[in-house]
C-alpha cells in the first residue's frame, strides 16, 4: 500500500516544510448542515443522525456533502444488515465504504489530511497544556 501524503502541518513539525511545496488551500465552502435524504432506510438514517451529529461538532460539513454522505450511511447500513443476518460480506462493499469513510476524515489515517475549526479551549485544557509545556521545557 502507497504510503499516504503528509499534512502540511506535520512537515512543518518535522521540519520539511516548503511554501513552494505547499497545497494550495481549496475555496472555502461555508458550514451548513444537509438535511437527511427521506429515501434512506431506518439504519441508515440512524447512521446519518449519528454522523452528522459529530461532523456538527467539528464544523466540518457543509450541504453540498449530502450525496457522499448519504451513500456512506447506506453502505454502513448494508455491512450492519450483512453482518446481523449471516450473509457473505462483499469485499467490494467494505472497500467502497472505506474509500467514502477516508474523505470525510473519518478514519485514523485520514484525519491528518482534515482540518476542522477550533474548538473553544477549556479551562482544564488550558490547565493541561500548560502541564504539558511545563513537562517538555523541563526535560
Known sequence: MPQRPKS????????????????????????????CPEWLCKRAKAEWNYTIGELKRSRNVTRLDRGALAMLCTLFAKIVDS????????????????????????????????????????????????????IVSHE
Do not use: C, N
Open 8 to 35: 502540511d502541518d506535520l512537515k512543518k513539525i518535522e521540519g520539511t516544510f516548503r511554501q513552494d511545496r505547499a497545497k494550495k488551500p481549496l475555496q472555502s465552502v461555508p458550514f451548513s448542515v444537509p438535511k
Open 83 to 134: 453482518e446481523v443476518s449471516g450473509k457473505e460480506l462483499s469485499p467490494g462493499l467494505v472497500g467502497h465504504y472505506i474509500k467514502l469513510a477516508m474523505q470525510f476524515g473519518f478514519t485514523p489515517g485520514s484525519r491528518g489530511g482534515v482540518s476542522a475549526e477550533p474548538t473553544v479551549q477549556t479551562e482544564q485544557s488550558k490547565w493541561l497544556s500548560f502541564q504539558r509545556k511545563a
